[in-house]
């Protein structure tokens, strides 16, 4: 088990697979038996009480399980039985679907016999049917846990083989009315798979719990025929009956064994555990980055391990958001079970912000140290607008882990965050003062260091868990003193320069505004003009108003008719007066006469 520790100084238990385990334990079998026949059974017919199909289906899944394994039992003439055997198991091509074959034969028997038992209703000789085959399937069962113990399967394999082989027992005695020995093999059952489900994560104790509910009417049913309330209630009393004697011991190894076989993640009083491939070899390389950030030399290659494990991060997110996507148990599965798939997903998010965070202050380290030393970063000068923009992304990552689905209503989670972004809203306001004083804007700069001061003190307050960044307000604290020094001897300063640039004239003070050409007629010691840029003139001038042309010139008067007016001029009686003796001439002369 390997713990990690967060940026906020909280232990991290990550339980993943180890690498220097021996060879023993790593070959050992290991086969889930009541969530795999769990999940046949609600997906085959036992959701609707069809036994009839779920058996069908035992019978084709062994036959096709016979074939894959090479353990045909004769060919289509003739039958030659094979069981399953010590030797396979043992054997260098070994897998855990040679225990599914004696797991599939006693599913089959129990399945044929709830079919009989359906049809014993109208037809009573079937019970006799009924009980072989129920002895069949506790013989197949019984199988299945000397396979088990032969020592080629690990601790929890053996302990849900034995739960397994007790219930089928319970089941048969119960059929033959054997009420106290009945009684006995359901709890010992019912220990069992308690004792399992609270030795696993949350997300995998449904099945258990589900099995344990299913064993109470059964259990009261034999106390009542018993005749003694107490004989199927003291559980705790089995263990000194010796019925389960190497019970501890099995439960020990399981939970040590329990690192080899699946991966679990611990994470704010909440153990979960983690399936997708991508996601486990994800959380292995994480445990390995304390490593490989020590022997690191400088800041830019933590900036690259911190690169490939975010890519990585990215990956394992995508990964568990496919299984969400195609994985249709996990739509219509409990909400214990998509609760888990999304605890995990927001710790991976979690893991991907925290991760984001180290890398953009490790960027900001780069920065202000060759700020100190004004070198230069990929060949620009670092300006305080650069370093305010990396607070500013920071603060980004904090909203979102404000936002994680399921701590919206963590108090102490929200506790945490909060704290530490107040600390970087100091940092964030401390390089906007200096962007501020570079502006020369003295006032709003002192502003912003007063709010940076009381950030600071805020988060100090509180005892942020993180030292590095503890360290680094206490620094900040005597930068933003020895800054609000500098920023009001340059306020007075400016003042100065001001107070030079100005003139009294009866009794105010002005700024001198006027250009020189304006003011000629006035002596004033303007040492402006001997600067590069001299107040003289305007340019470009002032915009003045002159009278504009004509935009249409009046062309109507070419198209109307105006009124005679010659009888008021006088023009008309001149004409009468010189026209008298030559119109007698053209009358004789037969002249101007119309034709």
Same mark, same amino acid.
């Given at each position: ?7 906020? /100084? ?31 059974? +609600? ?5 609707? /009480? ?26 289509? =003439? ?17 897998? $855990?679907?040679?225990?599914? %074959? ?57 302990? #849900? ?18 009420? =106290? ?5 359901? +709890? ?23 099995? %344990? ?25 089995? =263990? ?25 993640? #611990? ?31 400088? %800041? ?8 490939? &494990? ?26 214990? *079970? %998509? ?17 984001? &965070?180290?890398? $953009? $202050?490790?960027?900001?380290? +780069? ?8 070198? *230069? ?19 980004? $990552? ?71 960044? +503890? ?8 930068? &933003? #003193? ?41 002596? =004033?010691?303007?040492? *402006? ?67």
């Amino acid at each position: 088990m390997g713990v990690l520790e967060n940026d906020g /100084g909280e232990n991290i238990e990550l339980t993943a697979e180890n690498e220097k385990t021996d060879s023993k334990s790593a070959s050992l079998l290991s086969l889930e038996i009541f969530r795999i026949t769990k999940d046949a059974q +609600q997906q085959h017919g036992l959701r609707h /009480g069809d036994y009839q199909r779920y058996r069908g289906y035992c019978s084709r899944r062994l036959r096709r399980m016979r074939k894959v394994l090479k353990i045909p039992q004769g060919d289509r =003439r003739h039958y030659r039985r094979r069981d399953i055997t010590a030797a396979h198991l043992t054997a260098t091509n070994a897998e $855990n679907r040679l225990l599914c %074959v004696p797991l599939l034969q006693a599913e089959r028997a129990w399945s044929h016999a709830m079919q009989l038992r359906q049809e014993a209703n109208t037809e009573p000789r079937k019970k006799f049917h009924l009980v072989s085959r129920l002895k069949k399937a506790y013989a197949h069962a019984q199988t299945l846990l000397q396979l088990c113990e032969s020592g080629a399967c690990d601790a929890r394999t053996q302990l #849900e083989a034995s739960a397994y082989a007790a219930w089928l027992g319970g089941v048969l005695l119960l059929e033959l009315q054997q009420w =106290r020995a009945a009684a006995d093999s359901l +709890q010992r059952s019912q220990l069992v798979l308690d004792k399992l489900s609270a030795a696993l994560p949350e997300d995998e104790r449904h099945v258990y719990k589900q099995k %344990v509910e299913e064993l109470k009417p059964s259990l009261r049913y034999c106390a009542y025929n018993i005749g003694d309330q107490s004989a199927a209630g003291d559980l705790a009393a089995m =263990r000194g009956q010796g019925l389960i004697e190497n019970l501890d011991t099995l439960m020990a190894q399981a939970k040590e064994s329990r690192s080899g076989i699946m991966h679990e993640v #611990e994470w704010r009083g909440r153990r979960v555990t983690v399936r997708p491939e991508k996601v486990r070899l994800f959380l292995i390389a994480l445990q390995d980055y304390d490593k490989s950030a020590e022997k690191a030399d400088t %800041v830019e290659a933590k900036i690259e391990i911190l690169e490939n &494990i975010l890519m990585d991060c990215k990956d394992a997110m995508s990964a568990i958001k496919d299984e969400i996507k195609n994985d249709p148990k996990l739509k219509s599965g409990s909400e214990t *079970q %998509v609760s888990s798939i999304n605890y995990l997903l927001s710790y991976l998010m979690y893991l991907r912000l925290m991760r984001t &965070i180290e890398r $953009n $202050n490790l960027l900001v380290q +780069q920065a202000e140290e060759a700020r100190k030393k004004n070198a *230069q970063i990929d060949g620009k000068k670092v300006r305080p607008q650069d370093l305010t923009r990396l607070y500013e992304i920071i603060l980004q $990552n904090y909203t979102e882990l404000q936002q994680l689905p399921g701590f919206e209503n963590d108090a102490a989670y929200q506790r945490e965050i909060e704290s530490a972004m107040n600390a970087y809203r100091a940092f964030r306001c401390y390089y906007i003062a200096q962007v501020l004083t570079g502006l020369r804007r003295f006032r709003e700069a002192l502003a912003m260091l007063e709010r940076s001061s009381n950030y600071t003190k805020e988060s100090m307050a509180r005892k942020i868990n993180d030292k590095v960044l +503890q360290n680094k307000l206490e620094s900040l604290e005597k930068d &933003i #003193e020895s800054c609000k020094f500098i920023v009001h001897a340059d306020s007075v300063l400016e003042d100065e320069d001001e107070d030079e640039e100005t003139k009294f004239t009866s009794g105010k003070t002005y700024k001198d505004k006027k250009p020189l050409v304006d003011r000629l007629d006035e002596y =004033r010691e303007d040492s *402006q003009v001997l600067t590069k840029n001299p107040n003289i003139y305007k340019l470009p001038p002032p915009m003045e108003a002159i009278p504009c042309k004509p935009l249409f010139f009046d062309l109507a008067c070419n198209f109307i008719e105006f009124p005679n007016l010659d009888d008021k001029t006088g023009a008309a009686n001149s004409k009468k007066q010189g026209a008298g003796i030559t119109g007698l001439v053209k009358g004789f002369l037969g002249w101007g006469s119309e034709k």
